[in-house]
């Protein structure tokens, strides 16, 4: 069982090792992209001053298409902001999952020895189920046999009865010479003198 228990806590451990290989790899994987989309934002905000410095010294009649332009390429810095966000939140709640894999550790591991306690109690209920099905199937089997017994004794005492009552009008010529029988009833448990 502690053979088990070990070989489940070392399989446990490297599960856990290789969760957060996994989730650091996940990080430097989200802060590769940050850094990438932070360079990228960079460039665009360069291209839109240099779009304006272009804009001022321009002819009017550039200017509305360059507004066009520099309307889209805000529009991109503001949607590759909104990325850099969304993956900063990611990488803020990724490494949060890291911080909480010790306690986590403890917490399985409790459950672990608590499913294991359950088991036992699970094991031990169906031993005693086992007993109680073998106990109830003997008491229906005595059950049945006490049942068969008197039945065999009620039709035994019928026969007694039948016979009693044969001998009492059959046509026995010495009425005194004859012993007076006990005359009989019959009952659940059997003849019993009347």
């Not at 199937?137 to 005595?142: C, D, G």
Request: glycine fraction near 2%.
């Amino acid at each position: 069982m502690r053979m088990e228990n070990e070989q489940q806590r070392v399989s446990f451990e490297t599960g856990i090792m290789q969760l957060k290989k996994d989730n650091q790899a996940h990080c430097e994987e989200l802060k590769r992209k940050i850094e990438e989309a932070e360079k990228n934002a960079e460039q665009t905000a360069r291209e839109k001053a240099a779009l304006v410095a272009t804009l001022t010294k321009d002819q009017d009649e550039k200017t509305a298409g360059l507004l066009k332009e520099i309307n889209s390429l805000n529009a991109a810095l503001e949607m590759k902001s909104l990325e850099n966000k969304a993956l900063r939140h990611e990488n803020a709640k990724l490494q949060l999952r890291v911080d909480e894999i010790p306690p986590k550790d403890i917490e399985i591991s409790k459950l672990k020895h608590r499913v294991g306690e359950l088991k036992q109690v699970v094991e031990q209920k169906k031993n005693n189920e086992r007993q109680l099905v073998a106990m109830y199937r003997e008491l229906e089997r005595l059950a049945r046999s006490r049942k068969e017994l008197s039945e065999s004794a009620l039709m035994e005492n019928d026969m007694l009865r039948f016979k009693i009552e044969e001998m009492e009008t059959s046509g026995i010529e010495d009425e005194r010479l004859k012993p007076e029988l006990p005359r009989y009833k019959r009952s659940r448990i059997g003849l019993t003198f009347i």
